[in-house]
DNA sequence: ATATAATTGTGAAATATATCACGACTTCTT
DNA sequence: AAGAAGTCGTGATATATTTCACAATTATAT
């Protein structure tokens, strides 16, 4: 059942076009082209009809697609019929503002737990998620194989052991460090401080047009 | 003095190899490898040095990089020797993570001032960055390129014609929605219900090693 | 002084992704 | 019923990125 020929580049705008089509759903929208949904998502619309076309004729010629059958296909294909549960550990500045986000409205994925080091923090809950102390990973975690990573760089590495060795197998990791996994695990990073250093960069020395480069 | 054939898949490596090489100074160490830094940032070192190479020849075959030699040529690339003020519209749970953190350390970027809708949130200060209403954008936002957008996604395109009226040139968009702008406008979107969602996905379809699929 | 080991920089090849452009088919209009 | 307009799915092509692999060069050991 599994698709292993979709480009990475694909799979990573499906969550995207999901929300979309949901959204459109909402509006009580019935069919959908190519065109629209390219406007509304900014990916140009052949890379659009190719990436519907990697999982079969999921449209009509001269119609475009049906949003309804759309949706279920991509809400069976994104497994968004079950809930997937999630760990977070930090609950710092960032770990906070997840546990107060409701993850679960749209992309049916619950932040179940979180985990500090911080005696103050441990035994509250947040958003009714429950803080546990972080070593009580072993004894709490049980069956979430996916982590959000929220601990400052110098604590990634050790956090990242234990997570390893009780069975994770994703992690998104916000710190700067670039940990060293298994090669069976997954880490996303997320480096916001790259993000904006890096929009910086483009914007110096990539100018869109307007405004031509000096010097 | 721009380089505009460097393409973008190195220019987003380039903060990170800063960061990394910065490390590398503070702990002493005076010349660094390919491999060695690729270990660390995880990044394969013909990549790396493919990505440095579009600068110059920046190392010495059979030694490889001084690096003091170059975090200087980097920070002058990554115009690390000038602050860069930015705005941070929407100070909720993520806008405040944000302005509790520290850019300006790693990054030399500042976030100089928070704009807000909600009354009870004008007139404060988190981190010694003034909070001021949304409504005085124009008035307190002279000479910021750069905005950070953390408002709700409905809010999204009515703050961001504001922005553009008044010549922002960036924006590192935090809302799920899919902004609209001018073509001389640069936009990066950091979609954080995607990324968990797309990860929930790879883990799923595309298992890595261990733990063959089934059904 | 010489041999050995390390490491860069890069042409060439491989891989990945995006876009063009059009035949085939559907729907809409009159 | 016929013609016009709209839209998909996709072969072909273009672009972007990564990786291989090795000559050239430098450093190190003996
Ligand atoms: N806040 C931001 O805007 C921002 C921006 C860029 C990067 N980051 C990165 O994200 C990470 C978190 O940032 P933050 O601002 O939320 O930091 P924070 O200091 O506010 O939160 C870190 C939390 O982790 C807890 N902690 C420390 N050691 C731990 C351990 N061993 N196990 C479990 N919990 C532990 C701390 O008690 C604290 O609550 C950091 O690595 C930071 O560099 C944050
Ligand atoms: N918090 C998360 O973990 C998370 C995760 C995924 C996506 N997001 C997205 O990030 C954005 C911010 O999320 P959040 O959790 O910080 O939301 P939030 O509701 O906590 O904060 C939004 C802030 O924007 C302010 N605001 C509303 N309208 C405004 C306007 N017109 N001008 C200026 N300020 C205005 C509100 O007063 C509030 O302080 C949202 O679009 C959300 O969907 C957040």
């Known amino acids: 059942m599994d698709q292993n020929k979709i480009p990475q580049a694909t799979a990573k705008r499906l969550p995207l076009y999901y929300r979309f089509l949901n959204n459109l759903n909402h509006q009580g929208k019935r069919r959908v082209s190519s065109k629209e949904l390219s406007e509304a998502v900014k990916v140009d619309s052949a890379t659009i009809r190719r990436d519907f076309s990697y999982f079969g004729a999921l449209g009509k010629k001269g119609y475009g697609y049906n949003v309804e059958y759309l949706l279920g296909f991509f809400r069976k294909t994104l497994d968004q019929d079950e809930v997937t549960d999630v760990a977070l550990i930090g609950v710092g500045n960032l770990g906070t503002a997840f546990l107060n986000y409701n993850f679960l409205k749209n992309n ?108």
Chains 1, 2 share one sequence.
Do not use: W
Not at 149 to 174: C, Y
Not at 175 to 182: F, G, K, L, N, Q
Not at 185 to 210: G, N, S, T
């Open 108 to 215: 049916n994925i619950r932040i179940q737990m979180g985990f500090d080091a911080d005696p103050a923090k441990v035994g509250t809950a947040i958003s009714d998620v429950p803080i546990y102390h972080i070593d009580q990973l072993e004894e709490k975690m049980k069956g979430i194989e996916v982590a959000i990573l929220t601990i400052p760089a110098e604590e990634a590495d050790t956090v990242t052991e234990k997570l390893v060795s009780l069975g994770i197998t994703g992690i998104l990791n916000f710190t700067p460090a670039r940990i060293t996994v298994p090669d069976h695990i997954r880490v996303h990073h997320i480096d916001l401080a790259v993000e904006l250093q890096a929009l910086v960069y483009f914007l110096k020395h990539y100018p869109l047009k307007k405004g031509p480069v000096e010097e």
